[in-house]
């Protein structure tokens, strides 16, 4: 079956950055596209960012246009999120993701906190 291990996350200074690895394994991932998503307190899963198959085709939010960076490592069935510019706004639990054979699966997520 699918699954999605993130890592990385922490605590973190306004400015600062972390960067997100998300280890999947269970399908074949250098065939599919994979998200990161984030859900913040009280607030609903929003879409962060998402790489296409080929790592040549990356879609992001607006709110994190310009600040994150998605990649992944097919070799290594890996996906990170670079964060840069860290806002107190980013704080949440950041999961990954991917839609294989129709249904969407999830990682346990990754706490990241942005305070001073």
């Known amino acids: 079956q699918v699954q999605l291990v993130e890592s990385g996350g922490g605590l973190v200074q306004p400015g600062g950055s972390l960067r997100l690895s998300c280890a999947a394994s269970?399908?074949?991932?250098?065939?599919?596209?994979m998200s990161w998503y984030r859900q913040a307190p009280g607030k609903e899963r929003e879409w962060v960012a998402r790489?296409?198959?080929?790592?040549?085709?990356?879609n992001y939010a607006d709110s994190v246009k310009g600040r994150f960076t998605i990649s992944r490592d097919n070799a290594k069935s890996t996906v990170y999120l670079e964060m840069n510019s860290l806002k107190p706004e980013d704080t949440a639990v950041y999961y990954c993701?991917?839609?294989?054979?129709?249904?969407?699966?999830w990682g346990q997520g990754t706490q990241v906190t942005v305070s001073s």
């Open positions: 269970g399908f074949p991932i250098s065939t599919y596209a």
């Open positions: 993701s991917t839609l294989y054979l129709a249904r969407r699966s």
């Open positions: 790489i296409f198959s080929s790592g040549i085709v990356t």
